[in-house]
């Protein structure tokens, strides 16, 4: 199975010059779904990790299935301003504009090894966030995973020069 035949592009959204690949029919797909989340917990056995972080909003969906399957914690990482308790928060440049990343400071225990999760890896500004996000917060990045990573924006290499480990399951 190709799941790259679920992830259509679709192209100048969420403005001109960027292509959107939409995780949509993925999701809507039940055998597609349930391989797209075995081959991240294939992934995930490169990592020693004991609690998952998803990042909104689709980084909720693929970290929620692989913490269920993985039998891990998930903590999530959250626009601003929709945490009731204290939160680290950190801000960050995307491909088409900024934006922040906030954890709850009670979310994870003390001694956590957080694998960073998202749908798609494109120039590499979220990981990087949430890497900081949750070292600030006083916990381990064990690495990154991503179901999709966009090559010709080199968000990869970007994660390797700040030493964040990184598998992706589809290049496109």
């Known amino acids: 199975m190709n799941l790259l035949d679920f992830l259509p592009g ?10 959107f690949r939409d995780i949509s029919p993925l999701l809507a797909n039940p055998v597609a779904f349930k391989e797209a989340i075995r ?3 294939v992934l995930s056995n490169d990592f020693e990790y004991t609690h998952i972080l998803g990042i909104e909003s689709r980084g909720f969906i693929f970290g929620s299935a692989l913490a269920h399957q993985t039998h891990k914690g998930l903590a999530l990482a959250r626009k601003p301003n929709k945490l ?3 939160s ?3 801000s960050y440049g995307l491909e088409y504009g900024a934006d922040s990343l906030e954890i709850q400071q009670s979310t994870l225990p003390q001694g956590a090894r957080v694998l960073l999760l998202d749908d798609v890896l494109a120039t590499g500004g979220t990981l990087i966030a949430a890497d900081k996000l949750i070292r600030a917060a006083g916990f381990e990045v064990a690495g990154a995973l991503t179901l999709l990573e966009i090559e010709i924006l080199n968000g990869a290499q970007l994660l390797d020069q700040h030493h964040i480990p990184n598998r992706s399951v589809l290049k496109a």
């Open 10 to 19: 679709v192209p100048d959204f969420p403005k001109p010059g960027i292509l």
């Open 88 to 90: 680290h928060r950190e």
């Open 84 to 86: 009731p308790l204290a």
């Open 39 to 41: 081959q991240l917990e």
